[in-house]
DNA sequence: CTGAAAGCGCTTACAG
DNA sequence: CTGAAAGCGCTTACAG
């Protein structure tokens, strides 16, 4: 494809090979006179390095796997952005993998690895102990650096960058009780991400230590299906506040409410998490945690630098701070 | 990273390294005694080939360059969930290169041929002719096969999927003018999107068929700096109805329009582009045009599939179906 | 049908 | 500071 190899730069720059290599590798060990010269022949030619040669040769491949499940979720489109800003900034390239089905996991990360990649981002955060067991096992077991993009688990010594969602669960919840709200629903999905099961933690503790009672109901989400669940949901109880694994469900929750009459937030406080620009949008406008995805992204990224370049790192679990985005709705 | 090799197999098994190769890439030419007694050798050692020596020996890499502009954009995401989808069908994998800046184009051009990828989808939307130019430029010169994935643009002769927007926008302003609608405005994008020029066109022309006024009027996508002009636009005019370039814009505007009074549809009817998963949780529901944004991302990489293997291609500018979702607003 | 050998375009000790 | 040479892990004519 690329014609101008090493060699063509060498030969009009009257230098080996191996200076040419220098000067793009190791241009302090190269005298500046013939440095210049070189870069000046580099420049004409337009000669970029072989990405591909170069990895053989030097076993590094200056390329990120990011490991995705779902790419259609908004979210992951925002973290991904982050994660390419920062990847260009350190001159890596970034492959994309996506584990459709759970049965792929040991193959794609065979994948993964014949890629060559020098580190992998992980980004797939359904809940499965025993699979993340798998990922982390086999990616050990080539010595590759790994973090956990927004992925919680109980591997404590995986780098990990995310927000502390049982917090920020915990501290929406008790906002809620605070504004006099006694019959709280906590409504997550019922496809497993280890995120959710976090919120719901916070949740949990909020409301035992206000000696309420929990109440969580888990949707898919779908809107076609959540609507009569709302609905019953909203009929049978006296609830006075709910809270969402996700806008999406809980703008959805809020337009049933709304349509049964509900007062909001009088009648009953809504509050979802992430703060998408849809969240802006919907009337009355929704209250939520507000989730730093673009940051998420962008700091795990950085973290993977450090890890591939075996800097010192102070921290391995970075928790970013998360807020209460108050509008309507609460 | 990966220790097994081919020599390991090659060795176990008692054969030559081309031969192991040869089973991998052309099982038909060695024995089948000898082919099963390698598969059952690279089967107990986990061997995958080294993909970044293979793509240097072979001069193929099977990976595609994935280029996009903003990766947080909603739609991008999906569309590259339906190139990971048939990428992983295909074998293929992908790397992603974002454009941030207009003046970083022909330096990642450099970085995509550089990689040594075997093909190229470019979803960079941004209308800017001369900048597309130098990119069907540069991959031509390196015969990179490139599709354009719902991108516009006057290069007839490159391989494009995506929708007929100019179509789209035409019947959904029809569809207006047939309910009686006369003061219809086109809101679209401060930012210059090639799609969005279509969509301008389309609208051009279904009001100047039915002689009334066109309409235009850009925001940036920024919610707060829309209510201003949103409300201006809805204050002075005797508008009936609005096209806007994308769903949030749409929604954005339909709550300025409810929060002032009018009617939907009555008064106003709003519809936008994309049919996102918000379409349907504003109130009221959104009518908007459906586009198949993960099918454009499917077809398009399907497509650099036969390209790249020259196969023979029927179709090389693909027009997939779009529809009018009718819900409330219209 | 199989193996020996050259080569893909680089990097990197090793000499000098 | 620079060059000759080996090697990264494969593929692919070329013989046989």
Redesign the pocket.
Known sequence: ??????????SRA?????????????P????????IRVLNVIDQLG??????????????TTTVGVIVSDMTRASIAETLGGICDIAKKYKYAIKLFSIMRVEDVEDTLKDVI?EQVDGVLYLNDELEEENLKKVVENLKSVRMPIVFCNVVSDFSNIPTVGINYELAAYELTKKMIEKGKKNIYFISTTRKYSVNDKKEQGYLRAISEANLEPKIERTTGDTEINQPLFRYILDNNKIDGAIAARDSIAVSFLNVARFMGKRIPEDLAVAGFQNTRYAKLSRPMLSCIHLPVYDIGAVSMRLLTKLMNDEETVELNIMLPHAIVERETL
């Not at 494809?1 to 060498?10: E, L, S």
């Not at 009257?14 to 190791?26: C, G, H, I, M």
């Not at 302090?28 to 440095?35: D, F, I, N, Y």
């Open positions: 494809m690329n014609n101008i190899t090493i060699y063509d730069v060498a009257k230098v080996s090979l191996a200076t040419v290599s220098r000067v793009l590798n190791n302090e060990k190269v005298k500046e006179e013939t440095r000669y970029r390095p072989n990405a591909i040669a170069r990895g053989l040769a030097s076993r590094k014949a």
